[in-house]
């Protein structure tokens, strides 16, 4: 809502963005905005076009999930194997590394340019629904040639801690440990809400730098979504004041969570919010994309022009749209801006009724 008569609120310019991520061990980290893009799906494309999507999202200031071998620059294990691509300063750019259960193509070079950590305790479904990984997922992360694809079936399955983590009590030392592997970024633990009712007390005590709740794979009603935010940002604040992230799930008609939507979610207390739900249109055009002929003399040029072209036109209106509602959250509570028209919902969450007479 606007402020009212006689209410000051001053707000920030449109472009001023960064949030502040404040760490267990060490100084705060700054990111340039409080989205991240949670799981692109890079082995879906070429390692040259991966890389160029990865340096476009970065440019713009939305930190990217990704290892070095999803985007083609991790060295392979045998020697003998020439890698698909070469390490480049531009793409090496701070990102977030996913520590997946099994460590699927995490190498040792991943942990020097990444500037948060997620500790993935909830393994994926694939697009089947299968708890797995696909074995193009599973080519890609190994670096295996494009000619010679892994055999032996469709899927692997995933497991479901990592292997060094016994149970959830015992993730303090896992977030120690990832500290000393990679002290300059920010240790995040992500989850899926079920762990929350029998986990809660291990992952506050494991002292992450910010929880990461993932209903991404969900459906569920708006409204009780916000309830669900409101009353977890409750109980953070009363047993700790750890930061949640949050990857949106989408609505029950299958409708996934907008840009004015991620706002209110702000607004109720999430600190940071996944991109994945606006990102339909830009990973359709993206698998489009037509291939450049070998012979090309800049190859990697022509395919950012192409990225650019459908960044521009379905990403950058997005983010347009975000930094300007952001600007107006500057205030001590942002949940006291929201307000509702229905009566049943303002009596759920705790927010003003609109419009009654």
């Known amino acids: 809502m606007p402020p009212k008569l006689g209410q000051v609120r001053r707000g920030i310019a449109p472009e001023q963005t960064e949030v502040m991520v404040s760490r267990q061990a060490g100084d705060p980290l700054m990111l340039p905005k409080p989205l991240y893009w949670d799981t692109p799906p890079w082995h879906r494309w070429p390692v040259l076009l991966t890389q160029c999507v990865f340096e476009g999202f970065a440019s713009r200031g939305i930190l990217v999930s990704a290892l070095q071998s999803e985007l083609g620059l991790a060295t392979p294990i045998d020697d003998s194997v020439p890698s698909p691509g070469s390490p480049d300063a531009d793409v090496l750019l701070p990102r977030m590394l996913p520590y997946r259960n099994e460590r699927y193509g995490l190498s040792d070079a991943d942990w020097d340019h990444a500037k948060v950590v997620d500790i993935q305790l909830s393994p994926p479904r694939d697009v089947t629904g299968r ?193 300007g509602l952001y600007s107006s959250l500057i205030h001590d509570r942002p949940c006291d801006l929201l307000g509702t028209f229905d009566p049943d919902v303002a009596n759920l969450l705790g927010l003003p009724c609109i419009g009654q007479f």
């Open 131 to 323: 708890i797995a990984y696909s074995a193009e997922q599973i080519g890609r992360w190994e670096l295996t040639a494009e000619d010679q694809p892994l055999s032996g079936g469709g899927w692997v399955p995933a497991m479901t801690l990592p292997p060094d983590v016994p149970s959830p009590d015992k993730l303090a030392a896992k977030v120690s440990q990832i500290r000393t592997l990679c002290p300059g970024a920010a240790v995040v633990i992500s989850v899926t809400p079920e762990w929350l009712e029998n986990s809660f007390e291990d992952l506050v005590a494991a002292a992450p730098d910010a929880l990461v709740i993932r209903l991404s794979q969900l459906r569920i009603a708006g409204t009780s979504l916000a309830r669900f935010l409101l009353r977890l940002n409750q109980r953070i604040e009363t047993d700790s004041r750890l930061p949640l992230w949050l990857s949106p799930p989408r609505s029950q008609e299958g409708i996934p969570v907008s840009v004015s939507d991620s706002i209110k979610l702000i607004a109720l207390g999430a600190s940071a919010i996944a991109v994945d739900s606006w990102l339909e249109h830009v990973i359709e055009e993206l698998d489009e994309v037509p291939n450049i002929p070998s012979i090309d003399a800049d190859p990697k040029a022509k395919r950012m022009v192409q990225v650019e072209e459908i960044l521009q036109r379905l990403l950058d209106p997005q983010l347009e749209l975000f930094t």
